[in-house]
């Protein structure tokens, strides 16, 4: 039998209304029975109580509001009012697959300390012209709607209650496949365990992730100092790894990311200020731990070098008697 821990889910939101009220009908039809939603609207235009209100009394779901004061205090806010000993993070607009609560729940039973779940895309909304959606999801896209002239106006591919009615038919219908930070390669080489990576808090972001809560607050939770897009919850991962929190992946516990428009309606400016934003952060994240860990993450996102490279290297300083080699290593990439 599955260990009852008392759990929470930890959401913060701001300016995804509808997208939330997808998320939290997924999280009706959850096969688990006993489980805590709490969530933060950091300063939602016109707030979300209306899109919570359906909720209420079909989940045990806590609503805290604040004006915006950014990712990383949104969910500190929402752990300080969390009541569980296992805290389940999940994004806003992720629609959780059935037993992605249970699945959780189970991996901690099974010894879990840090569970990566799995992540999968979904297209809820067509909205022309404003989403970052590849060729391939265009096309796939195309044969769903059967007409390429529908395209020219919105398409909601999900009515209200589609998803708590039917979960697995509105996932099948809306689903674009797996996400790319599920880092394929990775699993490939090591294992769904992560047996001797070095690197598994950086694949453990807050988009699907559960640890206990006793574990985040030894850590001090998100640093605030964070701000804009990237690094807050790999961060929250880098300290908890450093404390002794193990992560491995779950493939069974999916949730789906719902495709929707960044915060520019230009995609390219969108994406340009939002990788400007995690370059930044990503310096923010060297300077405070100065570590060679550390250095390579930011290595691999400037394409210098893939996570099972920076592995490799890391395990080739670890196993020098002589700490010259480390050293000169921290000193040229703390330099750059």
């Known amino acids: 039998m599955v260990e009852q821990l008392p759990v929470s889910l930890v959401l913060a939101t701001c300016d995804k209304r509808e997208y939330l009220a997808l998320t939290l009908e997924s999280l009706v039809a959850q096969t688990?029975?006993?489980?805590?939603?709490?969530?933060?609207?950091?300063?939602?235009?016109?707030?979300?109580?209306?899109?919570?209100?359906?909720?209420?009394?079909?989940?045990?779901?806590?609503?805290?509001?604040?004006?915006?004061?950014?990712?990383?205090?949104?969910?500190?806010?929402?752990?300080?009012?969390?009541?569980?000993?296992?805290?389940?993070?999940?994004?806003?607009?992720?629609m959780a697959h059935p037993d992605f609560v249970a699945e959780h729940l189970a991996a901690a039973h099974d010894g879990g300390t840090g569970t990566?779940?799995?992540?999968?895309?979904?297209?809820?909304?067509?909205?022309?012209?404003?989403?970052?959606?590849?060729?391939?999801?265009?096309?796939?896209?195309?044969?769903?709607v059967g007409d390429v002239a529908r395209l020219a106006e919105p398409i909601r591919f999900l009515a209200p209650g589609d998803v708590?009615?039917?979960?697995?038919?509105?996932?099948?219908?809306?689903?674009?496949?797996?996400?790319?930070?599920?880092?394929?390669?990775v699993i490939d080489e090591y294992g769904p365990g992560l047996a001797d990576f070095r690197f598994g808090w950086a694949l453990a972001t807050t988009a699907n992730l559960s640890v206990r809560r006793d574990a985040v607050k030894e850590v001090g939770g998100f640093d605030e100092s964070f701000t804009g897009w990237g690094m807050e919850d790999t961060d929250l991962s880098y300290r908890l790894h450093h404390a002794g929190v193990t992560f491995s992946v779950?493939?069974?516990?999916?949730n789906y990311h719902q495709v929707h428009p960044l915060a520019d309606p230009n995609l390219m400016l969108a994406q340009r200020a939002q990788r400007a934003q995690l370059l930044r952060n990503l310096d923010h994240f060297c300077r405070r731990h100065r570590a060679l860990d550390a250095y390579l993450f930011r290595r691999r996102w400037e394409y210098a070098m893939s996570l099972i490279e920076a592995d490799r290297l890391l395990k080739l300083v670890e196993g020098q008697t002589s700490p010259l080699l480390r050293q000169e290593l921290e000193a040229l990439y703390a330099a750059r």
């Open 32 to 94: 688990q029975p006993a489980f805590q939603v709490v969530l933060c609207d950091d300063g939602t235009a016109g707030g979300v109580e209306d899109v919570v209100a359906p909720f209420r009394d079909r989940l045990d779901l806590r609503l805290i509001t604040q004006e915006n004061r950014g990712r990383a205090a949104a969910r500190n806010t929402a752990l300080a009012h969390a009541d569980g000993d296992l805290i389940v993070f999940l994004d806003d607009d992720r």
């Open 250 to 254: 779950r493939p069974t516990a999916v």
């Open 116 to 144: 990566i779940g799995w992540k999968r895309r979904a297209l809820t909304w067509w909205r022309p012209g404003i989403l970052p959606l590849g060729e391939t999801d265009l096309l796939r896209l195309v044969q769903r």
């Open 164 to 185: 708590t009615t039917d979960p697995l038919d509105a996932f099948t219908r809306t689903e674009l496949g797996d996400e790319p930070d599920n880092y394929h390669a």
